[in-house]
């Protein structure tokens, strides 16, 4: 059974760091591509960034390139998304989900984590 | 970037009728190399996390009713919805995957019962 759980969610002030984790399990985690997916409160889905399932390529969305990172630990079957410089329209739910290693549809989702970024 | 837009963006249809919701892409996301269409469509419920109902644009997730059903190719593409049941009110999306990142979504129908 596939389960993605995401944590490390929180308020924090516009500026600082947070650091997300996606803990996988039920499947071969080397296998798939991990993505972040995030939704600020009443809108829709703004695909995020992308570690490869070798760790090979990754890609950001403009709105996070130079400010966030991810990566993952194949032997903890887990991905993290470093988050600095937070901003005010950061604020969102963070999901994780999971690719195909080639076809980046997203078959399961982890239940995600609220990042509110205020002063 | 690849930019969707759904049509409409809300939608009210009565139990047992038929849903269609529509989402063009900027570009064409069919890949002629394999003859697949990189588009796939989402189920969203309140307080949940999306649900993958369609993926190549036509083909089921398992598990996801038979009354769900994706069509189209290359810009336009259609979810249909053959007979709306009352658990099917939710925000669909569609999503393409075409070649590399950023995978874009459409920006949401929600789907209501008349």
């Known amino acids: 059974q596939v389960h993605l759980v995401e944590s490390g969610g929180g308020v924090v002030q516009p500026g600082r760091s947070l650091r997300l984790s996606c803990a996988a399990s039920g499947f071969t985690f080397s296998s798939y591509g991990i993505h972040w997916v995030r939704q600020a409160p009443g809108k829709g889905l703004e695909w995020v960034a992308v570690?490869?399932?070798?760790?090979?390529?990754?890609y950001y969305a403009d709105s996070v390139k130079g400010r966030f990172t991810i990566s993952r630990d194949n032997s903890k079957n887990t991905v993290y998304l470093q988050m600095n410089g937070l901003r005010a329209e950061d604020t969102a739910v963070y999901y994780c989900?999971?690719?195909?290693?080639?076809?980046?549809?997203?078959?399961?989702w982890g239940q995600g984590t609220l990042v509110t970024v205020s002063s | 970037d690849i930019v969707m837009t759904q049509s409409p963006d809300s939608l009210a249809v009565s139990l047992g009728e038929r849903a269609t919701i529509n989402c063009k892409s900027s570009?064409?996301?069919?890949?002629?190399?394999?003859?697949?269409?990189?588009l796939a469509w989402y189920q969203q419920k309140p307080g949940q996390p999306p649900k993958l109902l369609i993926y190549?644009?036509?083909t089921r997730e398992s598990g996801v009713p038979d009354r769900f059903s994706g069509s189209g190719s290359g810009t336009d593409f259609t979810l249909t919805i053959s007979s709306l049941q009352a658990e099917d009110v939710a925000v669909y999306y569609c999503?393409?995957?075409?070649?590399?990142?950023?995978?874009?979504f459409g920006q949401g129908t929600k789907l209501e019962i008349k």
């Open positions: 570009q064409s996301v069919f890949y002629s190399s394999n003859n697949k269409n990189y």
């Open positions: 989900a999971r690719g195909q290693q080639w076809e980046h549809y997203f078959d399961y």
């Open positions: 190549w644009a036509s």
């Open positions: 999503q393409q995957y075409y070649n590399t990142p950023p995978y874009t």
């Open positions: 570690k490869w399932y070798d760790g090979s390529y990754t």
